[in-house]
């Protein structure tokens, strides 16, 4: 016999004995099971989940400030250019990499998400282009930037059962007001 087999054999003995048992070790048993298998398990994909949803929040705060430094000197009635767009953009992506210690690909060099940050979607609305509709459906009011990310965070636990990421899609539309349309 393998130490496992005799192992195994003597915890089901154990257990035998102790169900047999009428002085309540059956439900000391019971609430050990309940315990391991079940409220760890949901607790560990609680924790995980909760990490998510503060990485979330970190990303999306950071977007908000980058957009606001992207668009200092855009007022309500500001007609941009093609060229002026872009740059603002351009700045848009500056400053983000600035908030989330990314690298020139995009990459974090610190902190829990390890893959790039994926601009999906970015569109700047100047006071012409208002009042208008996102590709989200949302409704745009006053000049600004439309902007959706994606990124993966790494689950640190349960990724056995849940898979090894957690995916993060962003939409933002951040306004010169700061009114947060489309949150």
């Not at 496992?4 to 050990?32: V, Y």
């Not at 200092?72 to 500056?94: C, E, M, P, W």
């Not at 790039?116 to 509709?133: F, K, L, M, Q």
Request: charged residues 25%; negative net charge; aromatic residues 10%.
């Amino acid at each position: 016999m393998t130490q496992f087999k005799q192992l195994l054999d003597h915890i089901l003995l154990s257990a035998k004995r102790i169900l047999n048992d009428k002085k309540g070790a059956a439900m000391i048993l019971f609430a050990f099971v309940l315990l391991f298998f079940v409220t760890f398990p949901l607790s560990m994909f609680q924790i995980d989940m909760m990490l998510a949803v503060e990485e979330q929040k970190h990303i999306e705060r950071a977007a908000v400030v980058s957009a606001l430094a992207a668009l200092y000197n855009v007022s309500v009635d500001t007609d941009l250019s093609d060229f002026q767009k872009d740059d603002i953009t351009n700045r848009f992506k500056y400053f983000l990499k600035k908030n989330l210690n990314l690298d020139d690909n995009f990459v974090p060099t610190s902190g829990p998400i390890k893959d790039p940050i994926t601009i999906e979607e970015i569109t700047v609305y100047d006071g012409n282009d208002v009042p208008a509709t996102c590709s989200w459906g949302k409704e745009i009011n006053y000049p600004g930037i439309h902007v959706v990310l994606l990124t993966r965070i790494h689950r640190n636990y349960m990724a056995d059962v849940f898979g090894d990421y957690i995916t993060i899609r962003i939409h933002k539309d951040i306004d010169i007001f700061e009114t947060g349309a489309g949150q």
